[in-house]
């Protein structure tokens, strides 16, 4: 594999991993740390949705802008600084060939582009990203535009999977792609099942469900067969949590002791909650982790919540 470009914050996800953290300094648990998730900026989608037209790109995106900017700008206060921020998903609304995309892009990395040196930023994929049904032609443009739609990466002796959901969504279009990653995920759980990690975490965009494993299918969870079948991989390998969007709304539940985490969205509110982030500290013992609305975030440090969220049981 070649070496990254140098300063390319956007493309860090390469070759299956994350240039940021080299496994093999990475190995070992090393103490406590925190890192930051968010989802859904959608660039577009709160215009789209207040004309009543969620399938158009919508062709305004300030107030998306202005609550990502708010979102780095509380990230980049932040001290001690978080180990990453990850994003899950829908980055933009605009679907693959749709207008605007390219705009709305453009106008994401450039607010991102702000982001502090030392904070890496790891990108998950959405339905927007990839269209509901993805191609093996979405899936390559998002590869070059985000880095790898799926990847495994350390940090301090844990492991992060990051995954392709739009994949156990609907692969019709592109089964190849699909059987590739099973393959690949399979490998990586069988690292976490041998429990040669402290802890494993997944983010990906689509939640396994939304508030219990046996609820019924709808838009926002994944349909129930591969949600059942996926929560039992995941919890025979040992996997803590589960990070997610989508939702635009803070949910989640537990399976057989795995944590199904869904984060509200950065942008677009579809129930009542604010526009924020979630603060996740990983001790030696548990994944902890709290949502913060953006003004909450910047305006308090995190140090105190950090130290009660480490004692937290
Ligand atoms: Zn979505």
Known sequence: MSAPEVGNIFHRARGRTLDAFPEEKEREWKGP???????????GLMKAWSTGDCDSSGDEWGQEIRLTEQAVEAINKLNPKPKFFVLCGDLIHAMPGARWRKEQTQDLQRVLAAIHAAVPLVFVSGNHDLGNSPTAQSVAEFRETWGDDYFSFWVGGVLFLVLNSQLFYDASKCPALKEAQDRWLDEQLSVAGQRRCQHAIIFQHIPLFTQDVEEDDDYFN????????????????????????HYHRNAGGTVQGLDMVVTSAIGCQLGTDTHGLRVVVVTAEKVVHRYYSLDELREKGLEDDLMDLMKEK
């Open 222 to 245: 994944l349909a129930k067969s591969v949600r059942r079948e996926l929560a039992d991989k995941f919890t025979s390998a040992g996997i803590k949590a589960v990070f997610s969007g």
């Open 33 to 43: 740390f925190y890192f930051i998730q968010g989802a859904d900026p959608q660039f």
